[in-house]
């Protein structure tokens, strides 16, 4: 069972760059699909990118097509977000998840097909 921890939130003015870790433990990371998904105040939790577990493909929510990257290294069992040109819809808390999706290319989109998830990092993007 593998257990997830983000970093790398924080406060940030528009325009500006971000870049969340999301650290994997506890299990082969290698086999996991990742997911960055983000939940602001009084919304649903939406998805914002994922990358399959190889790290040949990955996958984004149209509002963050072009600004934001997501990578992994599975030697660290590490994903990434890096996230630029920040604007204030951007602020939320943004979370990690894992799928066991081993061989397959899909990268889902709904929360609920991820099984694990971290406790989530804030970031905060002022105008």
């Known amino acids: 069972q593998v257990q997830l921890v983000e970093s790398g939130g924080g406060l940030v003015q528009a325009g500006g760059s971000l870049r969340l870790s999301c650290a994997a433990s506890g299990g082969t990371f290698s086999r996991y699909t990742m997911g960055w998904f983000r939940q602001a105040p009084g919304k649903e939790r939406e998805f914002v990118a994922g990358?399959?577990?190889?790290?040949?493909?990955?996958d984004y929510a149209d509002s963050v097509k072009g600004r934001f990257t997501i990578s992994r290294e599975n030697a660290k069992n590490t994903v990434y977000l890096q996230m630029n040109s920040l604007k204030p819809d951007d602020t939320a808390v943004y979370y990690c998840?894992?799928?066991?999706?081993?061989?397959?290319?899909?990268?889902?989109?709904?929360?609920?097909?991820?099984?694990?998830w971290g406790q989530g990092t804030q970031v905060t993007v002022s105008s």
């Open positions: 998840a894992a799928k066991d999706n081993i061989w397959s290319a899909a990268i889902p989109s709904g929360s609920d097909e991820y099984g694990y």
């Open positions: 990358i399959s577990w190889r790290g040949g493909i990955t």
